[in-house]
């Protein structure tokens, strides 16, 4: 069974910090390109991040550029998002999520992790 | 960046009855567009993909249609289990990767 477990959300002020974690497994994690998709509280769902198999291509939303860094541990099967001068726009439930084999579109979805940014 | 346009924002529809929920794009994405089904509280789940193609364990009362801007998905006969937020992504231009904004299905 295809498990995606994020964690490291929180109460952050604005200009600071957080990393989020992603443990997977039940697939082959080091195969899929993995990525971050996030969603405001009561608003739509929001592409972040995008990181390739082995991690020498990574893609990025225009607003969090500068700002985030996607990265992966292929041997310990774990995806990271660190967050760095946050806002208080970057307030969101933040999901972990793989494509499929083939194709650009999110197969497997994590549970999320609450990102709050607020003073 | 492709911009993805879903109608109606909210739909009303009693169960048993057929929904068919909108997704135009502002350019051509060929048949690389995603449904998805949010429930509340809960992570998205990928309902069909290539546009017409369902996922795996997707029930056959979930289908979709269209190629190039605009795109279709129909749910039969809507259970109560139905009632959710759908959106759809294109993957077919990218980065950005763009999703509609949703359309909420509710209880007529």
């Known amino acids: 069974e295809v498990q995606l477990v994020e964690s490291g959300g929180g109460l952050v002020q604005p200009g600071g910090s957080l990393r989020l974690s992603c443990a997977a497994s039940?697939?082959?994690?080091?195969?899929?390109?993995m990525s971050w998709v996030r969603q405001a509280p009561g608003k739509g769902l929001e592409w972040v991040a995008t990181?390739?198999?082995?991690?020498?291509?990574?893609f990025y939303v225009d607003s969090v550029k500068g700002r985030f860094t996607i990265s992966r541990d292929n041997a310990e099967n774990s995806l990271y998002l660190q967050l760095n001068r946050l806002r208080a726009d970057d307030t969101a439930v933040y999901y972990c999520a793989s494509f499929s084999a083939s194709y650009y579109f999110f197969e497997w979805w994590g549970q999320g992790t609450l990102v709050t940014v607020s003073s | 960046e492709i911009v993805m346009t879903q109608s109606p924002a909210t739909l009303s529809v009693s169960p048993g009855e057929r929904a068919t929920l909108s997704c135009r794009a502002s350019q051509s994405v060929n048949s690389n567009l995603a449904w998805y089904q949010q429930k509340a509280g809960q992570a998205p789940r990928v309902l069909i993909y290539?546009?017409?193609t369902r996922a795996t364990g997707i029930a056959a009362r979930f289908s979709g249609s269209g190629s190039g801007t605009e795109f279709t998905l129909t749910i039969s006969s809507l259970q109560s289990e139905d009632f959710a937020v759908y959106y759809c992504?294109?993957?077919?231009?990218?980065?950005?990767?763009?999703f509609g904004q949703g359309t909420k299905v509710e209880i007529k």
């Open positions: 992504q294109q993957y077919n231009d990218w980065p950005p990767y763009t």
């Open positions: 990181i390739h198999q082995h991690g020498s291509e990574k």
């Open positions: 039940g697939f082959t994690f080091s195969n899929y390109w």
């Open positions: 290539g546009a017409s």
